[in-house]
């Protein structure tokens, strides 16, 4: 009996020593593998963020100035370079004065405006089935699909209040769209786009109309006002000729005609220019005294005028932020309680301030507020898509600052948000 347990154990043991050669025997093998798939994935991911102009890709070009870029599921922008890749989600800012051009992948392009504000919401390509969605916070873009490729892409381009759609299957198109402030609109160079304008809750469409090559659309508040109320202003015009006289249409125009290639080097190695050398004088003949003169008050009046600033605007005293209008409807302080009901989104919000350099609401400062003397209005937009805006309650704080940073007392307003199925941003879309 003891032998049998023995020889059993034994066996046992030769076993598990036959298994263990034969890993160690396929382990480098399986090392390997697991080293080149890792490698294959690091590898794609780094192209998807960090590679060159391709066919299939969407890449940006800063032409003039700077750009930065947020992508999609991060909270901070950084700085934009010649060459990267713009995904699906992914939000542009444009300093003032820059210039930035987007290659999509099926050729189309679109020229950004500067101080323009972009999120690339939805980049399709699969299936036979292309789409690509921009939500035009603020700013301008000039839109040129008409290379082959961009024949069977959905374009559409969605401000406050309208949405433009150039279908695929139209036939090529050229646009200018532009949200500033309050007034929003869009020119046709070439084809024709249908546009969608919403209700003022953006819930629903209110009207349609197409605009054809040649035409601009304006939409300002008076003119949205009676679109609300089903009067169907009329909003279609030749395009002005204070627009073609802009700098920023005969660029587009020249660019169209003769489109540069903007995959090179980057534009700061561009611009880089040799230093020229500069012969050395002798610094007493440069500084040569004549009698009779003062050299010492001439250079202290230099200084003094080198010091001299310009005069600094007199905003006046400092109010905190009043809330005149939410989505439309008067606020009132004592609406705070129960809070102002809201359905669909984007919502907005008007205000008014004095003495004001800037304004902050729940830690965002108003890019767009232009400090003067006296009162000066400001708008606010709220929407899910801002990440400012959540289905049931919402609390807002608003602050002002004065130049020196005294802070004002805070403001605080409510926002009820309730969602219908058939009123959310994707429906408004489709």
Do not use: C
Request: proline content about 3%; overall charge negative.
């Amino acid at each position: 009996m003891d032998r049998y347990y023995y020889d059993q154990r034994r066996l046992d043991s030769r076993e598990s020593g036959r298994g263990r050669r034969a890993l160690g025997f396929l382990f480098p093998f399986i090392l390997l593998i697991i080293l080149g798939v890792v490698g294959v994935l690091g590898f794609n991911l780094f192209v998807s963020f960090y590679g060159g102009g391709g066919e299939d890709g969407n890449f940006m070009y800063v032409v003039e100035g700077q750009a930065q870029l947020k992508m999609w599921g991060t909270d901070d922008f950084s700085r934009a370079y010649n060459g990267t890749r713009v995904l699906q989600g992914d939000e542009l800012y444009t300093a003032k004065d820059s210039k930035v051009v987007v290659e999509f992948f099926d050729g189309t392009v679109a020229r950004v405006d500067g101080a323009t504000q972009v999120v690339f919401n939805e980049i399709y390509n699969k299936a036979g089935e292309a789409e690509i969605q921009l939500v035009l916070k603020s700013g301008g873009i000039w839109v040129n699909k008409t290379s082959v490729g961009g024949y069977d892409t959905d374009f559409l381009v969605l401000t406050n209040n309208v949405l433009v759609q150039a279908d695929a299957g139209d036939g090529g198109v050229i646009l200018d769209a532009e949200n500033r402030g309050e007034v929003e609109s869009v020119r046709v160079v070439y084809g024709a786009v249908d546009i969608d304008v919403y209700s003022q809750n953006g819930g629903t469409v209110v009207d349609h109309i197409t605009v054809e090559e040649g035409n601009e659309a304006v939409f300002d508040e008076d003119r949205l006002d009676k679109f609300w109320k089903f009067q169907a202003p009329n909003v279609v015009g030749g395009i002005s000729d204070e627009f073609k006289e802009l700098n920023w249409y005969v660029w587009n125009f020249l660019e169209d005609e003769d489109p540069s290639d903007f995959r090179g080097a980057p534009v700061e190695e561009l611009v880089e220019v040799e230093p020229e050398l500069v012969e050395e004088v002798e610094p007493v003949e440069e500084f040569e005294l004549v009698e009779d003169e003062e050299p010492i008050e001439e250079i202290e009046l230099l200084e003094e005028e080198e010091l001299i600033e310009e005069p600094v605007l007199n905003l006046g005293p400092l109010t905190s932020p009043e809330i005149l209008q939410i989505d439309g409807v008067d606020w009132e302080e004592m609406m705070f309680e129960e809070g102002m009901v809201v359905v669909g989104e984007p919502i907005k919000v008007v205000g008014n301030v004095q003495g004001a350099d800037k304004v902050v609401i729940n830690g965002y400062e108003l890019q767009r507020f232009e400090p003067k003397e006296g009162a000066e209005s400001f708008v606010y937009w709220i929407s899910e898509e801002y990440e400012n805006l959540v289905v049931g309650e919402n609390i807002y704080e608003v602050y002002a600052l004065a130049p020196d940073g005294t802070r004002s007392a805070s403001t605080n307003f409510k926002v009820i948000y309730e969602v219908l199925e058939t009123e959310v941003l994707g429906e408004k879309l489709d």
